[in-house]
């Protein structure tokens, strides 16, 4: 049984909920620890034999939880668990010199540590500014890009290699939906306090404008001015994500390709990150929006259509040929 | 400046550990090297090999940095060069020897005993100037902190460590620390020797190089005046190319 550190560092749901996908599934056979210093990880570790029943990948798969700590004290937490080297293969999801450059300083010292980058995109102002390429092709042995397709900085690295969206629940794993009267949005309201606020608003304004329509609101906290009997905590959210009949969200990863999954429509607001390009992302698989009341308008043409209720087509699901691509990495040295 | 000089003689297997005053001579005749250099005495070390000049080249001191100025193919680091400053554990290749440079300040006799059991000796960090490539904090056994005005006992880490501006660890646990692979790395090995590759002229401050500008602006990386260490490794390296790119890898909240 091998052993992974993955590291997930990184505000937000994405790099927590991809590298989670990722190694529950691995977990049936390797032990998977999982760095990361997400706000959300001391919950999102007390979800997860909601969906691993399994003792055996509830045993083999562990949260390293980083404290909250100074930028130099967190380095060098990483940088000491990096550098215990008792693990057997090394996965960074999206930053591959570390959240904080802490890694550049480890790498020289791991040459017989097998690395792989999970590519999600990253905004090239970075790669450039600090020279990620150079350093990506030096030390990577392999790089995963998990759905993005051609559209990222290190597409074209020879040890580049693509696999579907990797999503939490695979689609036999999904609850079945029954069919309801009334249609659903669904908001995913995730980010901080002026996104909260705002996700909150909108809200407000769905229910005065859609008296007949269920409105819900997928979140960790209630948003201010949400009533709070529509608000839904649950992880993972691709269940709740799976009722709905239209999902207005920002357009991270996980909520732009769990709605192309599922085959919802996603109306997107573009939220600015440092290192994620949400309006770049959201171009090409949303429907990016600019004011509450566009996204209004946007959902009345949607729902004008006829209602498909239909179970979601058997989406396939990227997680199952990453961990065979990882597998290789360390078996062949 | 004193400096020392450890190679093996890889005829005889002998090692050598000279401490010398610059300016110094390397070749295979010693009296085809010259016995003075501007008016200096040259202390000269005879390398017998063929593919060894008889005067290979000179160490000499340059506003208070120590240079290597070869009349044939030396190399420093591995890297082939005419001249170049030479920093505190550099590897110099002159034919087949391998000579590993330091620098050695100030030894206080009651440390003398530690000099047999340690090769390399220590930087008195007060009275040295930064110049060239950082003067280096040299390996002081970490046993002996209390050398450096240190409470007696506190124990702090000896290896050296940086990318840029070699200095002293310093830190007063090594559990867990990269730059020294735990306290464990070799007192003689720099943890970033496989990078140099990937810059090409590594180490050459003068203008029109690369690290001239991060030589001229040291002041500025948490440099501390009264140690003349420089806190600069190469995950900071990439802070100072503009001053837009500042803001990136400083918040761990990010996504
Ligand atoms: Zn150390």
């Not at chain 1, 179970?311 to 990882?326: H, T, V």
């Amino acid at each position: 049984m091998a052993t992974w550190l993955i590291y997930a560092l990184g505000g937000g749901w994405g790099h927590l909920n991809r590298a989670i996908a990722l190694g529950r599934q691995a977990a049936t056979h390797h032990q998977v620890r999982i760095l990361t210093n997400s706000p959300y990880a001391h919950w999102v570790e007390t979800q997860l034999p909601q969906i691993d029943f399994s003792p055996s990948v509830l045993q083999n798969l562990s949260l390293q939880i980083l404290p909250l700590a100074s930028v130099a004290e967190t380095r060098h937490q990483v940088q000491a668990i990096v550098q215990a080297q008792n693990y057997d293969c090394l996965i960074v999801d999206t930053f591959p010199r570390g959240l904080g450059g802490e890694l550049v300083d480890c790498f020289p010292l791991l040459s017989s540590i097998p690395k792989v980058l999970i590519h999600r995109d990253i905004d090239p102002a970075y790669v450039q500014a600090k020279q990620v390429g150079k350093f990506v092709a030096h030390y990577y042995d392999t790089l995963v890009i998990p759905g993005e397709g051609d559209d990222v900085p290190f597409a074209y690295f020879p040890q580049a290699v693509q696999t579907l969206p990797w999503l939490m629940l695979n689609a036999q794993a999904l609850p079945s939906v029954s069919p309801t009267e009334q249609p659903t949005i669904v908001v995913v309201a995730a980010g901080n306090q002026e996104e909260m606020a705002f996700w909150g608003q909108l809200m407000a304004r769905l229910l005065t404008n859609f008296p007949a329509v269920t409105c819900r609101c997928l979140a960790y906290t209630c948003p201010p001015h949400c009533p709070p009997h529509l608000w839904v905590q649950e992880w993972p959210g691709m269940p709740v994500l799976n009722q709905a009949d239209v999902v207005i969200g920002g357009a991270g990863y996980n909520t732009v390709f769990e709605c192309q999954a599922l085959g919802k429509p996603l109306i997107s607001f573009a939220w600015p990150r440092q290192y994620d390009r949400q309006q770049h992302r959201g171009q090409r698989w949303a429907k990016l929006v600019e004011t509450p009341q566009v996204a209004i308008d946007t959902v009345k043409s949607l729902l004008q259509t006829p209602r498909d209720q239909r179970e979601s087509q058997n989406y396939g699901n990227g997680i199952g040929d990453a961990i065979s691509i990882i597998e290789t990495q360390y078996s062949q040295r | 400046m004193q400096i020392q000089l450890v190679w093996t003689d890889p005829n005889s297997g002998k090692i050598y550990k000279p401490q010398l005053q610059p300016p110094v001579a390397l070749g295979r005749s010693f009296n085809l090297m010259p016995g003075t250099h501007a008016s200096q005495a040259v202390s000269r070390i005879v390398l017998d090999a063929d593919t060894v000049q008889a005067f290979h080249a000179l160490l000499e001191i340059r506003q208070g940095s120590v240079w290597l100025c070869s009349q044939a193919d030396s190399q420093i680091n591995g890297v082939t060069v005419t001249e170049g400053v030479l920093t505190h554990g550099d590897r110099i290749q002159v034919g087949p020897f391998e000579l590993t440079f330091t620098v050695v300040l100030d030894v206080i006799e009651e440390e003398e005993e530690i000099q047999d059991a340690v090769p390399a000796a220590r930087v008195n960090q007060g009275k040295t100037p930064l110049a060239g490539l950082a003067q280096v904090a040299a390996e002081l056994p970490g046993q002996t902190a209390k050398a450096l005005g240190r409470s007696s006992g506190e124990w702090v880490c000896d290896r050296t460590i940086g990318f840029l501006f070699k200095r002293r660890c310093d830190r007063t646990t090594a559990l867990g620390c990269p730059y020294c692979n735990n306290g464990q790395s070799k007192l003689d090995q720099d943890p970033y020797w496989l990078d140099y590759d990937l810059y090409p002229n590594f180490g050459s401050y003068r203008p029109g190089n690369w690290g001239y500008e991060y030589y001229r602006d040291r002041a500025y990386y948490c440099y501390n005046r009264e140690s003349r260490n420089v806190d600069f490794t190469e995950a900071d390296a990439a802070s100072f190319e503009e001053e837009s790119d500042t803001d990136y890898e400083m918040n761990f909240g990010a996504s």
